[in-house]
DNA sequence: CTGTATCCGGAGCGATACTG
DNA sequence: CAGTATCGCTCCGGATACAG
């Protein structure tokens, strides 16, 4: 099969680490894979945006986890703050270079369970329906 | 820039409700996406495997946690279960035709943190070095 | 406007012990 | 070997109030 040669290409390139406990890119990978931060990177994609802009367009998130999340994508090197000395002050938030390429990973994950949710759906159903249907 | 080109399609293609609170894919999201679940899913890229053998494979994971994303991520039509009604009994755990195409998407987010990996520290570095020394 | 600080409930997760 | 059940702890995450 094409396709099974073709993403065993792509798991070849995988360090041996990446499996392993310590591996440096864990805390990263939480941090991004979490409940907010594919969102964020996500949203900053059109362009840049303010604080608030982000806090309306990310649905049920609230202050506090974005501020927090945006620290650390923010550290991480993904995104970059800008602060206009004006008063009330501005903060816009951009996507760096390398949050770009990052982006890109992202948007083809969201891009594969938008296009494939009703499979899952429907296995779901599948699944629930043939074991417990008391449950 | 080419680049921004190239992801903004990517992005546009994305249902306008992807930001939603209530899109159906958060949950989904939220397991593939949790703490083990990438790991899980691309474990199993090269070949069919056992319990045990992912139990090994996935540094750090508890018995606990990988039965139940394995639950999950099988509920969700990714992952097929195969018992060998053998004594003592062997279950194999394999890649379903949907669980590979996610597997691609996971295998190159997955990639891109390990190729990252140095630019990530060095901005963490740059980072702390730069505001609080003392924290 | 853009955050930070505090409190608090619940989910996630690990360790351990137990079952088939 | 392949799980399930229970306990306990941590940390995530929301609401609210406060600060620059």
Redesign the interface.
Known sequence: MA??E???D??A???AG????DC??RP???QV???WG??II??L??GPMRFSGLHQ????ISQKMLSQYLKSV?????VERLVEPTVPPQVTYSLT??G???????????????A??P??????Q???AADSPAR
């Open positions: 396709v099974s073709q993403f065993k792509v798991f390139q995988l360090p990446s499996f392993d406990k440096p890119t990263v990978m939480a894979t979490g409940r594919a969102l996500a949203a994609v059109p367009h990310i649905d049920g923010v550290r991480y090197g993904l270079p390398l770009q390429s990052l982006a890109q990973q992202l948007c083809a994950l969201l891009s594969w369970f938008s494939n949710t499979a899952l759906e429907a296995a779901q599948r699944y629930d």
